[in-house]
């Protein structure tokens, strides 16, 4: 049976709401899905990249709660 491991990008709109794209791997196979609006991808290089480009562009989630 394949391991499931999921990690999580948050970003934070001007508004002060929190937005998260999960990043779920299954094998090789890794899915981006935006906790948000429902939007999903399947991302097989630079799934977090991805997900950042995401919130910024949907979202204007562009803070980062971890840089502080």
Do not use: N
């Not at 937005?19 to 999903?40: A, E, K, N």
């Not at 799934?47 to 502080?68: F, I």
């Amino acid at each position: 049976m394949p391991r499931i491991d999921s990690s999580k990008v948050s970003r934070w709109d001007q508004h002060g709401r929190e937005h998260v794209v999960l990043v779920q791997r299954t094998g090789v196979q890794r899915t981006i899905r935006c906790d948000t609006c429902g939007w999903r991808k399947p991302a097989q290089f630079l799934p977090w990249l991805k997900a950042q480009e995401h919130l910024a562009q949907a979202h204007q989630a562009t803070v980062d709660p971890s840089a502080a």
